[in-house]
């Protein structure tokens, strides 16, 4: 598992990019943490720097929609979906375990 | 019988109108004509990417897989020589026609030549992706890159050809190159980028021809330098294809002339992204916006005023991108002359910024350099402050 930050370092509505073998963006949706691969689908652009409505962030540069639970996206430019990454709270801490899929997809 | 919609022009613009076409539930026929042999593709990584070698063919294809549920009828390599509108047909080049009920116009644009350059090898203009697959060959063997035109084209394709290990020099005619879209002084901040990565830019400066026999060897400038190359870019400008219209009837001035929710002149026309006039009720003139999302987003609005739904017009914030030098540039809104550039945010000298344009004080459009979070921030906060139908 990888340690991201203490919970309180990433409030409602932020989100943080972390290291791996590809990078991972984390966000805080109301409390509620979810992890996808950083990089969209479509080509370069950080998602961690991405607009956050709901349970879905957008793109930066072309605005394809990614939902941060199944990692699905919702139009184009992108074609193929984010991997999603389980995301552990243990003591105040955000942990990731990359490589493991959150709640939706298998 | 069923209805149906010829879409004519199959890029970002066609293919996005025919799939917002199923997305408002027309059920009829739909055929989209496209010139080109190819499925459509997306131009941008034409000067970056694809360009460099890092995205390939199918990196860069715009169909997606959903796209094969839409059912379109596609007639590639075929092109459109006339819109007859008492029948709303489409004349295609081969003598045969597609009666419609509807027509989508997006046939985009195409890039500007110089004068005297034809038939000349080594001199290239960038539009398709021939034009890539071309001048990607002919850099790989090439030391000297001119680069006439210092606009989008010129400088993304000066970046790309830098990290391909060229030497490159630039020539503009303006003494700032892209004063227009982002004004003068940030026009000179993004224009550093070159001479940051060795780029050589002159400016001011015209060109007098190119030399050479069968192959191009130098540039001429207007002041007698020549300038050495073995290949020539010329990237001065788009111009929309609209000629096939000419006696069409559809009102054309520097594009299709639209209203605001893309209809022509001509009832069941509608006409959208690169090749489209569209009326701006906030710049009180007709507006032809040359950037991608525009030719993504408009076509929903074309196909709701196609399938008769109303509501008001819709306000848009333009939006385009650029990357240079691994540099990306972000800008977002309308700018003016007059208007005030303040940094927010960082700083022009290390390259990472954001500058706010603002009008009698309030903000209207906004620029970043390698600022992805915070542009997005302003973009929207821009977005949320247009009046709806102003
Ligand atoms: C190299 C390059 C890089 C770019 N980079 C960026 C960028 O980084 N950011 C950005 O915002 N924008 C960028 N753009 C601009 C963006 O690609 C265009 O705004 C967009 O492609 C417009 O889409 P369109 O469908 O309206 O027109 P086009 O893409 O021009 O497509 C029109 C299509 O219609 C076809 N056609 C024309 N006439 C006929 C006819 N008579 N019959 C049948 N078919 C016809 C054409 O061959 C073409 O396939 C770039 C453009 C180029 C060329
Ligand atoms: N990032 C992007 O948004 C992007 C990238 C590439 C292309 N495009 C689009 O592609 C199209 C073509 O791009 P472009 O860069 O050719 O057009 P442009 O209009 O952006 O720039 C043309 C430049 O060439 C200069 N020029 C004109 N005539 C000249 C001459 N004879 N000698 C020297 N300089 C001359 C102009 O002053 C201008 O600076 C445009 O529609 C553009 O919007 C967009
Ligand atoms: S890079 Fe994300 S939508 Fe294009």
Not at chain 1, 31 to 40: H, L, S, V
Not at chain 2, 22 to 41: F, K, L, T
Request: hydrophobic share 40%; aromatic share 4%; glycine share 12%.
């Amino acid at each position: 598992m990888i340690p991201v930050c203490p919970t309180t370092a990433l409030p409602p509505g932020e989100a943080t990019r972390i290291e791996a073998d590809e990078p991972i963006a984390v966000f805080n949706v109301d409390g509620e943490f979810y992890a996808i691969d950083d990089t969209c689908t479509h080509q370069d652009a950080s998602l961690a720097d991405g607009w956050l409505d709901g349970c879905s962030v957008e793109c930066p540069l072309h605005a394809s929609c990614f939902d941060l639970r199944t990692g699905k996206v919702s139009g184009p430019p992108a074609k193929t979906p984010v991997r999603t990454h389980r995301v552990v709270v243990q003591d105040g801490m955000v942990y990731v375990q990359p490589g493991t899929t959150g709640d939706g997809v298998a | 019988m069923s209805s149906t919609i010829a879409v004519v022009g199959a890029s970002l613009a066609g293919l996005s109108a025919a799939r917002a076409l199923r997305e408002q539930s027309y059920d009829g026929r739909i055929v989209v004509v496209g010139d080109e042999v190819h499925a459509p593709y997306d131009r941008p990584p034409l000067s970056k990417e694809f360009l460099a070698g890092t995205a390939s063919l199918e990196d860069i294809a715009l169909g997606a897989p959903d796209d094969e549920d839409l059912g379109l009828e596609w007639r590639l390599h075929t092109t459109a020589v006339g819109l007859d509108h008492p029948s709303r047909s489409v004349l295609l080049h081969d003598g045969s026609t597609i009666r419609a009920d509807g027509v989508v116009l997006a046939t985009g644009a195409r890039a500007r030549r110089l004068p005297g350059s034809e038939g000349l090898d080594g001199v290239h203009v960038l539009r398709s992706l021939d034009d890539a697959i071309a001048l990607r060959e002919d850099l790989a063997a090439a030391g000297r890159l001119v680069v006439i035109g210092a606009g989008f084209i010129g400088a993304e394709v000066a970046a790309t050809a830098r990290t391909l290990g060229l030497e490159v020099t630039v020539v503009e005619t303006q003494p700032v190159p892209l004063a227009g879209p982002l004004g003068a002084d940030m026009g000179v901040v993004c224009a550093g980028l070159h001479a940051d990565h060795g780029t050589r830019l002159l400016l001011g400066t015209g060109v007098a021809g190119l030399v050479g026999t069968g192959r191009v060897e130098a540039v001429e400038l207007t002041d007698g330098t020549r300038l050495p190359a073995d290949v020539v870019v010329v990237g001065i400008g788009a111009v929309p294809n609209i000629g096939w219209l000419a006696r069409s009837g559809v009102a054309l001035g520097n594009g299709v002339l639209t209203d605001a929710r893309c209809a022509t002149n001509i009832p069941g026309v509608v006409a959208v992204g690169d090749c489209a006039a569209t009326w701006s009720a906030a710049a009180e003139r007709h507006v032809r916006i040359e950037h991608w999302t525009n030719a993504l987003e408009q076509p929903a609005t074309a196909v709701a005023t196609l399938l008769g739904a109303g509501g008001p017009a819709p306000t848009p914030v333009p939006y385009f991108w650029s990357d240079q030098y691994g540099a990306r540039i972000q800008f977002a809104g309308s700018r003016r002359e007059g208007d005030v550039a303040r940094v927010v945010e960082g700083s022009c000298a290390d390259r990472s910024f954001l500058v706010v344009y603002e009008r009698d004080g309030r903000p209207v459009a906004v620029l970043g350099m390698n600022q992805p979070r915070l542009f997005t921030r302003w973009r929207r906060q821009l977005r949320a402050a247009v009046p709806a139908g102003s």
